[in-house]
């Protein structure tokens, strides 16, 4: 029996901290031993905490670590489908197939997640306006239900779990494996053009123009204020070919990561060094097109290990919402202007362009504009980021449940119109709420509060 021990967990963002009872099994049956243990009330599986906020965590109960069940259990070369298990990590399945010439359909601005936290989170990447989200490419999965038994998920087999537990946040059970579909490519470079823009008009307009290309995405100066409000760093990328690199086409880039090795002091982010460093990255990207590897241009902060130690110990939220087209420009220009009033330094800032929504009920992304901003948590963050969901609510536009950590049960409801549908198959899937984690409970999906 794999034993529960007490550890403190975070989410990435390192708020909150809670003291959850973990088990970290090694084995498929110590897994689904450890899932049935009545010593912990209720569970839920944890993948590699890449999720900002309390998804992956269950105050004072139980949650189960997946990292050490992530094998490769087989590859199809004619339909470039893999079968991994629910802890293989993205990092992993990049380092061993694109040296063979297959990539990621679609990945997350971090490697280091795992398939299971993948296909519940449904994560997205910078081409959803094209290639939609992870669970477009997902074949089937197996799923461990509270009741220990497993069940094979795809569009025709359980089609009603397969749909739940895509973005339904590890609720409906444990993905204990997944058959993916891989991308051929030529090489593991990406060939990016950069324009600067000067306002919120010129950069919605720009990523509109780059939707042409595979992986459009802005970066913003969540500083700037007047005329200057939502200027930034456009960048349009598409996949190189052979002919554009030079050297061995599909070698990574091995770069040593550096480390932040300590929790930096509250005051280092602070509006003024963060308003420096925005003017000098948008004083550095003029209009120019260059080939980068695969590693700067999807993950830039993965060379740099346990980077949000930069915010200090009271740790950070990243705030990611989706607004339709329509109502984007007024509300991004809402959003954007309480955050600069607010003196609330946010660091990063990114605005991507989705697609049409997928069939999963709490899948994230519909079509028009995703803001992203890390914002410390400073005293008064959860009110000030529920100052953020009204007027994101004002303008149709809902959250990301992987970064979210002070959303209300009522704002949740309103952004998510068919939970009662995804409630449903919880229902049935897992009666006695044996699946609910610290987000379950302060959301109140199912009832479970
Ligand atoms: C730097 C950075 C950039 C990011 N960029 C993006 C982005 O561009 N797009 C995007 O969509 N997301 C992004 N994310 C969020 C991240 O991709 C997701 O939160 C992802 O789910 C994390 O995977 P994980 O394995 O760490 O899961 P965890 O954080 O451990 O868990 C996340 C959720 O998945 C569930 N889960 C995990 N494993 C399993 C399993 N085996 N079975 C059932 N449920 C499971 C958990 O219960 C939890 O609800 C980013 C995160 C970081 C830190």
């Known amino acids: 029996m794999t034993p529960f021990a007490q550890r403190e967990l975070t989410g990435w963002g390192r708020y909150p901290r809670q003291r959850c009872r973990v088990a970290r099994p090694e084995k498929r049956r110590e897994l689904v031993a450890a899932a049935s243990d009545t010593e912990v009330p209720n569970l839920i599986a944890r993948g590699l905490g890449r999720s900002y906020g309390d998804a992956a965590l269950?105050?004072?109960?139980?949650?189960?670590?997946?990292?050490?069940?992530?094998?490769?259990?087989?590859?199809?070369?004619?339909?470039?489908?893999?079968?991994?298990?629910?802890?293989?990590?993205l990092a992993d399945i990049v380092n061993t197939f694109v040296p063979r010439g297959y990539f990621l359909p679609v990945t997350p601005g971090t490697r280091f997640v795992t398939i299971g936290g993948a296909i519940a989170c449904d994560v997205h990447g910078k081409n959803h306006h094209r290639d939609g989200c992870f669970s477009e490419h997902l074949e089937e999965?197996?799923?461990?239900?509270?009741?220990?038994e497993v069940l094979i998920c795809s569009?025709?087999?359980?089609?009603?779990?397969?749909?739940?537990?895509?973005?339904?946040?590890?609720?409906?059970?444990?993905?204990?494996?997944?058959?993916?579909?891989?991308?051929?490519?030529?090489?593991?470079?990406?060939?990016?053009?950069?324009?600067?823009?000067?306002?919120?008009?010129?950069t919605l307009a720009q990523?509109?123009?780059?939707?042409?290309?595979?992986?459009?995405?802005?970066?913003?100066?969540c500083l700037a204020t007047g005329s200057?409000?939502?200027?930034?760093?456009?960048?349009?990328?598409?996949?190189?070919?052979?002919?554009?690199?030079?050297?061995?086409?599909?070698?990574?880039?091995?770069g040593r990561r550096r480390a932040v090795p300590l929790d930096f002091p509250d005051f280092a982010l602070n509006p003024r060094s963060v308003k420096a460093f925005n003017a000098l990255y948008y004083a550095a990207h003029s209009e120019v097109q260059r080939v980068v590897s695969f590693e700067r241009f999807f993950w830039p902060l993965d060379s740099v290990g346990g980077?949000?130690?930069?915010?200090?110990?009271?740790?950070?939220?990243?705030?990611?919402?989706?607004?339709?087209?329509?109502?984007?420009?007024?509300?991004?220009r809402q959003l954007l202007d309480t955050v600069a009033a607010s003196g609330r330094a946010p660091f990063l800032a990114v605005l991507k362009l989705f697609g049409e929504a997928n069939a999963a009920p709490l899948s994230f992304p519909f079509a028009g504009y995703c803001l992203a901003l890390d914002l410390p948590a400073a005293p008064?963050?959860?009110e000030f980021a529920q100052e953020l969901d009204a007027i994101t609510l004002n303008h149709g536009g809902r959250v990301y449940l992987a970064k979210d950590a002070t959303l209300t049960p009522q704002s949740l409801r309103r952004m998510y119109p068919r939970l009662p549908e995804f409630e449903a198959v919880k229902a049935q899937l897992d009666p006695n709420?044996?699946?609910?984690?610290?987000?379950?409970?302060?959301l109140g999906i199912g009832g479970a509060a």
């Open 58 to 89: 269950n105050d004072a109960s139980g949650v189960l670590l997946t990292e050490k069940l992530g094998r490769f259990l087989g590859f199809d070369a004619e339909s470039a489908t893999l079968h991994a298990e629910g802890g293989a990590s």
């Open 141 to 148: 999965f197996e799923l461990l239900l509270a009741s220990s």
């Open 155 to 202: 569009r025709t087999q359980n089609p009603a779990a397969f749909w739940a537990t895509i973005g339904g946040m590890g609720l409906t059970g444990v993905i204990l494996s997944a058959k993916i579909r891989l991308m051929p490519i030529q090489t593991a470079f990406v060939r990016v053009s950069y324009a600067r823009t000067k306002n919120l008009e010129e």
């Open 207 to 221: 990523l509109t123009r780059d939707a042409a290309t595979r992986y459009p995405v802005a970066w913003l100066d």
């Open 228 to 254: 200057n409000l939502g200027r930034g760093v456009a960048m349009s990328g598409d996949l190189a070919g052979v002919d554009e690199v030079s050297g061995e086409p599909l070698l990574l880039e091995s």
């Open 307 to 332: 980077w949000n130690r930069i915010y200090g110990a009271r740790g950070f939220i990243q705030y990611q919402c989706v607004l339709p087209p329509q109502t984007a420009p007024q509300g991004l």
């Open 380 to 382: 008064g963050i959860v």
């Open 433 to 442: 709420w044996r699946f609910q984690s610290s987000l379950s409970k302060r």
